[in-house]
């Protein structure tokens, strides 16, 4: 109900209670008159009833000219005083207040005016000289960032759920795919998880292996692992931890590196040195035993000099055989019986690719011999460990198990190439026949972690300066329940469409998407979502005008079919916020049936929450709202631009909310839930 509403109620309720009053002595009166007064009243009222109804009307008019005068000259002006000066103490110290009124609500309006401006100049001030303060360490922020930028290595820094908090643009180069159609998240951006765009079990692994080694006395601490990442990408990965004063972790800092390229070198090399040994063996250019040997060793040492190492951790053996019978028959349903295992005993290796090389051998001996369960012995050396791999039945072919070591992994290199740099060696058993009843694999065996001096010294995050606006290791991932969640510490997809109409039900369709996040009260400009979309039909005139896309621009783009699944990868679990968002959201949901894709995040629309903030303002269409609260608009109807406007109007609303009582998600729903603006539909 507005403030309007509200006056006018309070005095039809008046007037009603004033009228009855009247009524009711009228009536005492008139019950002890005589019957001779009653008879001269009735006259009275007969021969002047045009004239009494006349008097009754002039009176109405003239209460209602009186209350509608006090209502704008008193009662509307001050309600509008009370909410501009909020917005100025807020949100906008350059608003000023203007209002038509009674010369004390004049004189009241300029002296909060003058107030506003001394207001605004202390700010201005104090602005300043914090600029001032900042100039050198706004340089050695800058240093930092050309440095990040420049690093050989990508660099991920992320709080200890996982939430990336800073990154450099090597690390956005290898973690986004070449395939924009992938159906993962694969958006790096503040606020997200990094286990979206990589196996979280590996980084657990990583982290729990530092967990070790702070408790040892040598400080250098750190895990190395790779892994392939959802862009395609092949990665090796050094993950340093972050901690407090009292040795908590924190967070932890993922340094990265693209080793696709290099393997992909070896194994050309390894290939095309096999391909010469057997053009010369065909042309009988090599003699058996002499120059044969001497080629294969030259071509050894060719292929050293070219191979990758990477660093190898030592992991628990028990852990590292459990893993692999679970995952062995969770995939392919294949039975691994261990038999013998060391206790205590840990094997040096990297934990993904060793563990997919052995159930890549498991899956293709079950291909080759048909059988789904195998035996598993392990025992323990002089500094290393063996793996006697056997089965009843079906022999296995030497030539199957050549074939098996020249065979890529899913997302990684040969079977051969991950032995060897796991510093494993695979053996067929018996090696004199050309089928096999088993298989011997041998390991280097690990020892206790320790730190190495390849390795580096913990980042202890209170001994550094603060070189960038987040405050890195405070944030937390969202609560369970998101309603209860507070405004502030939530985070926001803000997001807007332009379209080639108003009417979603009768054909219209989507052409433009454009979406930004706001993470940590903070707009991410570099994580901002931008498309647009062939609507494969005419773009009317009139929409035109509006947003300035014609059907050329948007020829031979994608479809919604393809661009929505992607929105909705880059929306996450965030908020939707928006500005008259239930038409976004309206368009969004008739296209639920062709793309399959469903937006069930909780929404906000600015447009409801300023007219649940300031009732006593009519006018709650973006222009409106940005010149009260003191934002630029720039890039008017076009997604992305609508997308940031919207975005910085609400962050100028959230203290006003704030200071009204708002809170939280779900306080702000209500709110808007009880707004006239709430009641429209699409």
Not at 321 to 335: E, M, V, Y
Not at 412 to 438: D, H, I, Q
Request: neutral net charge.
């Amino acid at each position: 109900m507005t403030q309007t509403n509200r006056f006018w109620k309070f005095v039809l309720i008046s007037l009603t209670g004033i009228l009855l009053c009247v009524a009711g002595l009228l009536a005492h009166i008139w019950l002890n008159l005589t019957l001779e007064d009653k008879t001269a009243l009735l006259n009275i009222f007969q021969n002047h009833i045009y004239t009494l109804l006349g008097l009754a009307f002039i009176v109405a008019g003239a209460l209602w000219v009186v209350f509608d005068i006090t209502y704008n000259r008193y009662i509307l002006p001050l309600k509008r005083m009370s909410a501009e000066a909020g917005m100025i103490y807020a949100s906008n110290p350059s608003h000023r207040i203007r209002v038509k009124g009674s010369s004390d609500i004049r004189n009241m309006a300029g002296i909060i005016n003058d107030f506003a401006d001394m207001f605004e100049n202390l700010n201005k001030t104090i602005t300043e000289q914090i600029l001032a303060a900042r100039k050198e360490t706004e340089k050695e922020r800058n240093l930092l960032a050309a440095i990040m930028g420049e690093l050989p290595q990508g660099i991920v820094v992320c709080n200890k759920n996982g939430r990336i908090l800073l990154f450099n643009s090597l690390a956005k180069t290898i973690f986004s795919p070449s395939d924009r159609t992938a159906s993962q998240e694969l958006f790096l951006g503040l606020g997200r998880s990094i286990f979206h765009l990589m196996d979280k079990a590996l980084v657990a692994h990583a982290l729990d292996e530092i967990i070790e080694q702070i408790n040892s006395p040598d400080l250098s601490v750190g895990s190395f692992f790779i892994s392939p990442v959802a862009s395609g990408t092949l990665i090796s990965a050094e993950a340093i931890p972050v901690l407090d004063n009292e040795k908590r972790i924190t967070g932890f800092i993922l340094a990265v590196t693209d080793i696709s390229k290099g393997i992909e070198k070896y194994q050309a090399i390894d290939r095309y040195l096999k391909e010469f040994g057997k053009m010369l063996n065909e042309h009988n250019v090599l003699i058996p035993g002499h120059l044969g040997a001497a080629f294969e060793k030259t071509a050894a040492r060719i292929r050293s000099k070219v191979f990758s190492s990477l660093p190898l951790s030592s992991l628990p053996l028990a852990t590292f055989l459990s893993g692999i019978q679970k995952k062995t028959g969770a995939l392919h349903d294949i039975r691994v019986n261990v038999f013998n295992p060391p206790k205590q005993a840990r094997i040096l290796a990297d934990t993904y690719s060793m563990t997919t090389a052995l159930i890549f051998i498991f899956s293709r001996l079950n291909r080759s011999t048909g059988v789904d369960e195998f035996d598993l012995h392990v025992s323990q050396a002089p500094n290393t460990i063996e793996f006697n791999i056997s089965w009843e039945g079906s022999l296995c072919s030497r030539k199957d198990i050549d074939k098996m070591l020249v065979n890529r992994l899913e997302g990684m290199p040969s079977l051969g190439y991950v032995l060897k740099f796991n510093n494993a060696r695979l053996t067929p058993l018996p090696r004199e026949t050309r089928a096999c009843s088993g298989l011997f694999l041998t390991a280097r065996a690990g020892t206790a972690p320790r730190g190495s001096g390849k390795q580096h010294l913990p980042v202890i995050s209170d001994s550094r300066p603060e070189f960038y606006d987040f405050n890195l290791f405070s944030l937390k991932d969202m609560p369970e329940n998101l309603l209860d969640s507070p405004l502030k510490k939530t985070t926001y997809t803000v997001f807007d469409t332009e379209t080639t109409g108003l009417n979603p039900d009768s054909g219209d369709e989507i052409i433009s998407i454009g979406g930004v996040r706001i993470v940590n009260c903070r707009i991410v400009y570099q994580d901002a979502f931008e498309e647009l979309i062939d609507p494969q039909r005419e773009i009317p005139v009139d929409s035109y005008k509006i947003h300035g896309i014609n059907y050329e621009m948007v020829r031979g783009k994608e479809t919604i079919e393809t661009v929505l699944p992607r929105f909705r990868q880059f929306v996450g679990n965030t908020v939707l916020l928006g500005h008259n968002l239930a038409f976004d959201m309206k368009m969004l949901k008739v296209k639920e049936a062709s793309t399959q894709v469903r937006f069930e995040n909780p929404v906000l629309d600015t447009l409801l929450l300023s007219a649940a903030l300031h009732p006593v303002h009519q006018q709650h269409d973006m222009e409106n709202i940005a010149r009260r609260l003191g934002v630029s608009i720039l890039g008017r109807h076009t997604a992305l631009g609508d997308a940031i406007t919207t975005a910085e109007i609400f962050l100028k609303l959230l203290p006003i909310l704030n200071s009204n009582g708002i809170l939280t998600l779900k306080d702000a729903l209500n709110a808007s839930q009880k707004t006239y603006y709430a009641r429209l539909k699409y």
